[in-house]
């Protein structure tokens, strides 16, 4: 007998992207950033801290590919370390908010009704405030609440409480839609008919069915969690030394443009590689599970 | 049409204005461009709030406005009172009569209720108290020494988004799936993925370091607002672009467009007066996040640019922990958000009239 290949909107949306030429480079390209940030020890040619005060400031060369800093570390090494935290920052941010802002938005879609316009009344209000000074104020209470820690420490844990908390909104908001949306499908009503209780409905029913919408809110939410987070430590809020991401190093750059533009130069451009990735493989995971494109 | 015409009229006065600006114009003339314009948004506004159709929900949209402004004062009173360590922790330990001296001062020694009425009853009056870095200087003060030019960078910006994104995307979406589309949406897209740290510098070290055509810092003259408005405006113009495309795709293949293609219309006309004008609508709804979006960006550029803004203050205020200069900032920055979502409200009912019947 000859075996039937499934065409589930899965399949479907997995072929779909697979013909998307640039999302296909982009999850490659990250797939790579992401491995060697988590294989840093071995792929890095040097150690994250090594100093070696013959070698300070070299422009790109043989011996180092992209160059020293004012310490004599390995540009190329510091970034591969950079990417560590910057990836972590933002995967764990936007897992982070992920789940908080699909409990807030199921809740709130699937009892509607009073409870629902009072939870999008706070939604609304965190809206206003715009990202960046909500963002800062998360900061420094985090900061002068938890005052056992190490100050380096501090400003790391800090930055993914932020961020989680701020990435949120949108992410409760979308899933609230969604939810509303699916309530009133037929496959509800019968889930309902025949007494589930209602979290299993929506973690069983309703979440496998929004999982592509929200599949593809996190792949930007990941890339704009990365780029606040370098914001943030570029202007000097964010993480503090003697960690490292992408926008310390840049912050680092900065400082000496004028006679070693390249130091700023290779995390910019990295980050930005990442960040046209991240969007294009949004792109084209937005493009796949779209049902209005579908045949 | 009256609302048309104020509309109209403040719009020509906005554009006198940066044109003055722009010019380094000064004199009589110049008040009078400023007035006239402030006077034009009152008018718009007084119009939507005595508007039979719109009033109702007008004063709904601005009593939500203020209750938002009144939660955010709030919270950010309670976040950064509830912290532990005063803003007189420093370095040096001060003599207690002292330290007791300086609460006083600023009703620190208070209980909290106080000092919260106190707070609002100043805030009323808009006086937002002294700050505590900047002795004997009140934070109205350094705002309004420094928000012109945050202003202004922002507003052009803004202006630069709107004048690359939209034609941008409508060369896009016009030609769909040629290399005018690709290459008009890889840059779009390069747009967002850039990071401005990445933009300024390379900025000034072409146009500075190379060519020695612009400043490399400072906010001084016209020939200084080059390079920092091209950094923020950057990232908003390619998100403009982006939408205005996916807009036009979506109007071009309505009924009114081919009817308008039947009568016989050149090309032109059709994209600008019938596609483009009902595709902007989804672009005026973004203006709002965008102008937050320009807030956020407006933090490091200032920083890179060394403008003096707000956005320095502001970074400035949180690690000095400086509460008045702290929450006037953030007031300011929300109050900002809530009067551009309310200005983009009012640009709905000029743009859409479907919408000032329907509400």
């Known amino acids: 007998m000859k075996k039937q290949k499934s065409k589930s909107l899965w399949y479907d949306s997995w072929r779909r992207l697979k013909k998307n030429k640039a999302a296909v480079v982009s999850a490659v390209f990250l797939m790579i950033v992401c491995f060697c940030a988590y294989f840093a020890d071995w792929v890095a040619p040097y150690s994250f801290e090594a100093q070696d005060a013959s070698k300070i400031l070299l422009s790109p060369g043989a011996e180092h590919w992209l160059g020293t800093d004012s310490l004599g570390r390995d540009l190329l090494s510091r970034i591969i370390y950079g990417a560590q935290m910057s990836m972590a920052v933002g995967i764990f941010t936007s897992l982070a908010s992920l789940v908080m802002g699909v409990i807030y938005g199921a809740i709130s879609g699937w009892f509607g009704g009073r409870v629902d316009s009072f939870m999008m009344r706070f939604i609304d209000i965190l809206y206003t405030i715009p990202a960046l000074v909500l963002l800062i104020l998360v900061m420094v209470l985090f900061n002068s609440l938890a005052t056992e820690l190490d100050p380096k420490d501090k400003a790391l844990y800090g930055t993914f409480v932020a961020l989680s908390i701020v990435g949120w909104v949108n992410i409760a908001r979308l899933v609230r839609g969604q939810v509303l949306q699916e309530k009133q499908m037929l496959y509800v009503e019968a889930a309902v008919s025949i007494g589930v209780p209602s979290y299993q409905i929506l973690t069983r029913h309703i979440l496998p069915n929004i999982l592509g919408p929200i599949i593809v809110t996190l792949t930007f939410q990941i890339p704009a969690n990365v780029m606040f987070e370098s914001f943030l430590s570029f202007i000097g809020l964010g993480i503090q030394p003697p960690y490292a991401s992408w926008g310390t190093l840049a912050a680092d750059g900065w400082r000496s443009l004028r006679t070693y533009p390249h130091i700023i130069i290779s995390p910019g451009v990295i980050l930005f590689l990442s960040m046209l990735a991240f969007n294009l493989l949004g792109d084209g995971l937005r493009d796949a599970f779209d049902p209005k494109a579908r045949k | ?359």
Do not use: C
């Not at chain 2, 722009?22 to 508007?51: C, H, K, M, R, T």
């Open chain 2, 1 to 359: 049409m009256h609302l048309k015409k104020i509309f109209y009229f403040v719009l020509s006065m906005g554009l006198l204005m940066i044109f003055f600006d722009l010019s380094e114009f000064e004199g009589p003339i110049v008040d009078f461009a400023n007035f006239s314009f402030a006077f034009g948004i009152i008018a718009l506004f007084i119009y939507q709030v005595f508007a039979k159709k719109m009033s109702y929900y007008f004063l709904k949209r601005l009593m939500g406005a203020s209750f938002v402004l009144f939660i955010i004062a709030t919270t950010t009173f309670l976040m950064l009172r509830l912290m532990p360590g005063g803003p007189f922790d420093s370095d040096k330990a001060l003599p207690p009569e002292v330290l007791a001296n300086i609460e006083a001062k600023y009703h620190l020694d208070k209980p909290m209720i106080e000092q919260y009425v106190f707070y609002l009853g100043d805030l009323v009056k808009g006086d937002l108290g002294e700050s505590y870095k900047y002795i004997g200087r009140s934070v109205t003060d350094i705002i309004s020494e420094s928000i012109p030019n945050s202003i202004k960078l922002g507003l052009y910006s803004l202006l630069l988004a709107f004048l690359l994104g939209i034609p941008l995307g409508a060369l896009a979406g016009a030609k769909h799936n040629t290399v005018w589309d690709t290459s008009a949406m890889f840059m779009a897209i390069s747009g967002v993925a850039l990071p401005s740290f990445l933009v300024g510098p390379l900025l000034i070290l072409f146009f500075t370091f190379y060519l020695d055509l612009l400043p490399p810092a400072l906010w001084e003259s016209p020939v200084h607002y080059i390079m920092p408005v091209v950094t923020l405006g950057l990232r908003p113009a390619a998100i403009i672009a982006r939408l205005t495309r996916s807009s036009v795709l979506d109007t071009i293949h309505s009924d009114f467009v081919r009817t308008a293609k039947a009568k016989g219309l050149s090309a032109s006309v059709v994209l600008f007066k019938h596609v483009l004008k009902n595709s902007l609508i989804p672009v005026v709804t973004m203006s709002g996040p965008l102008v937050a979006n320009i807030l956020s960006g407006s933090f490091v550029v200032e920083l890179i640019f060394a403008v003096p803004g707000m956005g320095k203050h502001f970074v400035q205020s949180v690690t000095n922990r400086d509460y008045p200069l702290i929450l006037g900032v953030t007031l300011l920055y929300a109050a900002l958000l809530v009067l551009a979502n309310l200005i983009v409200d009012l640009l709905y009912a000029v743009i859409d009239p479907r919408i000032r019947l329907s509400n």
